[in-house]
């Protein structure tokens, strides 16, 4: 557990907690390589098949990586049933290296994934891919990278809790009117999600952080 030291004394911290950063989204665009195949459109009401399509990307991943793939996750809104989502699947990878691309990023190439952008997030080395049948966002990190850890207690919260689930389908609706900056519009209610998420976990303390 880290602490951050404020004027009026210690506010205990969870380990997985980062500042909130609206605009985050649109900063990262320098970092885009390409466009992706397919755009995925606006939020729609879940539908059954999603996990089937997550179980194709992972093996079609699994498959062009073998043991170099350390952990396939299922993540993202398709990963909450009867969540409003938009149609694409998002997944984690974990590899050994993310800046080895020579490692991983010609299989994945062959099986019709696009390198769409390079960066970092959260400190950690990131890549972004997508594939267009089933429309997928795959998500690239080493083992330890916090986004993993984070996009995991994001979707176990979401499935436990239907009230913060509604609360999202909520504001993914109205980030739809603004089809540009569709993450950015709903960065506040992601994290003010993760505050919960954060308040209610046994096994680290966390104060409130307001945004």
């Known amino acids: 557990m880290t602490a951050e030291v404020l004027d ?10 980062l500042p909130f950063a609206p605009g985050a989204n649109a900063a990262r665009q320098d970092a885009r390589v390409a466009q992706r195949q397919i755009t995925p459109g606006p939020p729609q009401h879940s539908r059954a098949g999603w996990d089937r399509a997550f179980e194709i990307v992972a093996d079609l991943v699994r498959e062009a990586l073998g043991a170099r793939a350390l952990r396939v996750r299922h993540v993202g809104s398709t990963a909450v049933p009867g969540l409003l989502v938009k149609p694409v699947v998002d ?15 010609p299989d994945l190439e062959r099986r019709g994934f ?10 950690s080395a990131h890549r972004h891919l997508t594939l267009a049948t ?3 966002n795959l998500h690239v990190w080493e083992t330890g990278a916090i986004e993993p850890a984070r996009h995991a207690l994001f979707v176990e919260w979401l499935r436990a809790h239907p009230e913060d689930a509604a609360r999202y389908s909520a504001a993914k609706l109205d980030a739809a009117a603004s089809p540009d900056r569709y993450n950015d519009a709903k960065a506040g209610a992601v994290y003010d999600i993760y505050e919960r998420a954060f ?13």
């Open 114 to 123: 696009r390198l769409i952008f390079r960066d970092e997030m959260a400190g």
């Open 199 to 211: 308040a209610n976990d046994p096994t680290h303390a966390h104060d409130p952080h307001p945004r």
């Open 134 to 136: 089933p429309n997928t």
């Open 8 to 17: 009026h004394g210690i506010v205990r911290t969870h380990p997985l907690w």
């Open 91 to 105: 997944v984690d990878l974990e590899v050994a290296s993310v800046d080895d691309e020579q490692s991983y990023l």
